[in-house]
């Protein structure tokens, strides 16, 4: 094995290997340390999952670190799915779920749903009839909830329109918001040009992506970085239009699209159940993770299971993870479905153009990986033509939706195994235990945690939503030495009684319960907001505290709890 393979083997790569400090090694150097912190953090809490209010949902162990496991025996597997929001058929479309008056929308309705959140004629979600969760029963209004949150297949969309309502270019992207976050913190300036390019707006202002006090008006610091909070749904990443003036695509904004969930997800999907694997919406509700229904989750859960517990027995279990690097990626479209060649006869597929990422990667080995890896990509016809995008046409159909170009390509993330030479123990469906435990689901710096919260985001659902719905769960930093450090730290289950719970970091690390309110926000991953509480924390960080990542244990009173929360919290070298 050369050196820089060895190099490469013992970091997480960043998505699609992609380099966005071509021409400064220190920054990209920085960003790399980050992002292996961050994915390590995310890998260890998939593994833990969770102990704390579950029953055979914990210890994952059949799941494991591809960075500090010797990939040469790796065997790849891609896992794909159509990048169409899936629910939207099995509740609207006849697709096999049920609404509360039992509608059934045409295909140009659903597409248009895709796009905008609201049907053809403008009915938006929250006029649509309730739908029932195939796996537990109850009723809700349709979600996730957000600017674009329906598009939650792991791939977003913005629509540029002209002045005749015609589409003149599309956004796709599947970059997940943890990414986004770790480069700001490394470099504002950085994420602005890449916005600018990406998005072909060079109008674009740093001040129009800062997280602000949603009452003066004024830029909230982050006390991990000493400079301005990122506001991950600016007026240039929110919602499904794009103008001169706001909107666009840059990374996921439906709050289960993110990496940390889908690491999390392929973790529990390493667990084998009762009833086997040959039915993936039968899996998902007996392991709980993810959502039921869409194209997604259930494939994805089920693709991982297979692995583990092969549905043939002459097959070796393998032991399972996300392929480094890890994430999600858009596959090059199906173009024999649109009309062959368009109007002058350009050939289709040169409006489609991969703006981030690569249609082809190899491993650190250098075999070829399966599929596509592209970040972000446009369909634009050059302005210079003398038609646009919805002059092209999709299986004869003209294109009024940008969903309908989003139904001909799938997604992606590429799994990958390791024979092993005994099997995975078969674990009852996760249920809830006879004690519950705290759990902690979140942790923030205190005045970013307090713009979130305080900021509406509107929606096409008219539910109530904060904007800490799309925060991260990167780990918030601190240095050796600093005192009353103010932190908010969410979770569940809690006791209603006998006072605060008490919070640990280990050693090094004193933290004092201040206060606890009820907060109700989507924690990352998940579809729907709920009320979870918040608890205010305080902090003194002893000088000699090691650096590195920080477990967090929250504990009812009267109870023992000895499992904590992986890399809840960094703490970094003076």
Not at 63 to 82: G, H, L, R
Not at 244 to 254: C, D, F, I, N, Y
Not at 394 to 405: D, E, T
């Amino acid at each position: 094995m050369s050196s820089q393979t060895a190099d490469l083997v013992q970091r997480f790569l960043t998505p699609a290997n992609q380099v966005d400090f071509p021409n400064d090694p220190t920054l990209q150097k920085q960003l790399n340390e980050a992002w292996t912190f961050n994915l390590t953090g995310f890998t260890q809490q998939g593994i833990t999952g969770n102990p704390w209010n579950s029953m055979n949902a914990a210890n994952n162990t059949w799941y494991f670190n591809p960075v500090t496991t010797d990939p040469t025996n790796v065997v790849y597997q891609p896992i794909q799915w159509n990048a169409f929001p899936g629910r939207l058929e099995y509740y609207y479309g006849g697709g096999g779920g049920t609404n509360s008056q039992n509608l059934l929308l045409p295909l140009n309705d659903l597409q248009a749903l895709a796009d905008t959140g609201k049907t053809a004629s403008g009915k938006p979600f929250s006029e649509l009839p309730q739908i029932t969760n195939p796996c537990s029963g109850a009723v809700s209004n349709y979600g996730p909830f957000g600017p674009r949150g329906w598009q939650d297949e792991y791939c977003e969309w913005s629509v540029e329109r002209n002045a005749n309502g015609d589409i003149v270019r599309i956004d796709f992207t599947c970059e997940n918001p943890e990414y986004w976050n770790s480069l700001w913190a490394v470099s504002p300036e950085k994420v602005l040009e890449l916005y600018r390019s990406t998005l072909g707006k060079p109008q674009i202002q740093l001040a129009d992506l800062y997280l602000n006090d949603p009452v003066r008006k004024t830029p909230i610091v982050d006390p991990s970085t000493g400079r301005p909070a990122y506001n991950p749904l600016n007026k240039w990443n929110s919602g499904p239009v794009s103008t001169a003036t706001q909107g666009g695509a840059m990374h996921l904004t439906s709050t289960p699209n993110t990496l940390q969930t889908e690491i999390g997800l392929a973790s529990a999907a390493t667990v084998p159940r009762p009833g086997g694997n040959g039915n993936a919406q039968s899996l998902i509700c007996c392991a709980q993770y993810g959502q039921p229904a869409r194209n997604s989750d259930p494939h994805i859960g089920q693709s991982v299971n297979q692995l583990v517990a092969p549905p043939n027995p002459a097959q070796a279990s393998m032991k399972a993870t996300l392929a480094n690097p890890p994430g999600l990626y858009i596959q090059m479209p199906d173009f024999a479905s649109f009309n062959y060649q368009s109007p002058d006869k350009t050939p289709v597929s040169e409006f489609w153009t991969v703006v981030r990422g690569t249609p082809e990667l190899k491993d650190e080995q250098g075999r070829k990986l399966p599929g596509n890896y592209i970040l972000h990509a446009t369909f634009q016809v050059p302005a210079s033509k003398p038609y646009t995008v919805s002059d092209l046409t999709i299986n004869g159909q003209k294109i009024q939706w940008a969903s309908q170009v989003a139904q001909t390509f799938l997604m992606q993330i590429t799994g990958a195994g390791l024979k092993q030479t005994d099997t995975a123990p078969v674990q009852s469906c996760v249920a809830t235990p006879p004690t519950q435990f705290a759990q902690p689901l979140q942790i923030f710096h205190a005045a970013v945690f307090q713009a979130l919260v305080q900021t509406n985001v509107p929606n096409v659902m008219g539910v109530p939503m904060n904007l800490a719905s799309n925060s991260t769960l990167i780990a918030p930093r601190v240095k050796p030495g600093q005192t009353h450090v103010s932190l908010v730290i969410t979770a569940d289950t809690l006791s209603s009684s006998g006072g605060f719970p008490t919070v640990s970091f280990g050693d090094g690390i004193t933290a004092t319960v201040q206060s606890r309110a009820d907060v109700t926000y989507a924690v990352p991953g998940n579809t729907y907001p709920a009320p979870v509480a918040a608890l205010l924390v305080s902090i003194n960080v002893s000088a000699t505290a090691a650096p590195g990542p920080r477990s967090l244990w929250v504990t009812n009173p009267g109870q023992s709890q000895s499992v904590g929360f992986p890399a809840a919290l960094h703490v970094v070298s003076a």
